[in-house]
């Protein structure tokens, strides 16, 4: 593969917001990642409100479009509607109280770790023998011992470590970016 098409594939891969740009929003995120390592209870909470807000508002567009999506039968929009209802009732559940909507949200991490581990760990015995099938099991594994200890730690885990969660995501997204705004700044 030549230098030109190294190019082309970080041209679609990156905004083109030029190198200094890039870097700045590297830097933000890299600094937002550090701050959340350092308050993971406050991160943990500036997520839980977030995941809040999000599910208000799809649990209000689902309960719009099923009040005036005449194509459906009446029955597709109750249902619709009542699955927006329940977006809507779980959003105010966690806004109302963020503390209990940690323990929740973290307890649906943990199921999801679970649910992830179990399948890499179907998968790798599906593909033994072939090479590399050790490493999707021990991936899986490992998926598997992070739910179960997400779930010995609660409820007091909860409490940091979506933040935990929220400051490795932001720091490593915060690294890529500046390597990717110094890769740009090499090559133009």
């Not at 917001?17 to 937002?32: C, D, F, P, Q, R």
């Amino acid at each position: 593969m030549s230098n030109q098409d190294d190019r082309n594939d970080l041209d679609n891969l990156v905004p083109d917001l030029g190198w200094k740009k890039l870097a700045a929003l590297g830097a933000v995120t890299l600094i937002g990642g550090l701050l959340a390592f350092l308050n993971p209870f406050a991160a943990s909470l500036a997520a839980e409100a977030v995941a809040g807000a999000a599910f208000l508002v799809a649990g209000g567009m689902q309960l719009w479009h099923g009040v005036t999506d005449t194509t459906k039968s009446t029955g597709d929009r109750w249902i619709t509607s009542l699955l927006g209802a329940v977006f809507v009732l779980f959003a105010i559940s966690l806004i109302l109280n963020p503390l209990a909507g940690l323990v929740t949200l973290t307890l649906l991490v943990a199921i999801f770790f679970t649910v992830i581990g179990a399948l890499r760990v179907a998968l790798a015995w599906q593909l033994r023998p072939d090479t590399g099938w050790g490493w999707i099991m021990t991936s899986g594994g490992l998926s598997l011992v992070l739910a179960a200890l997400i779930v010995l730690s609660l409820p007091e885990g909860a409490l940091g470590l979506l933040g935990l969660f929220l400051g490795i995501d932001l720091t490593a997204a915060g690294v890529v970016s500046l390597a990717l705004a110094w890769q740009k700044k090499t090559q133009g």
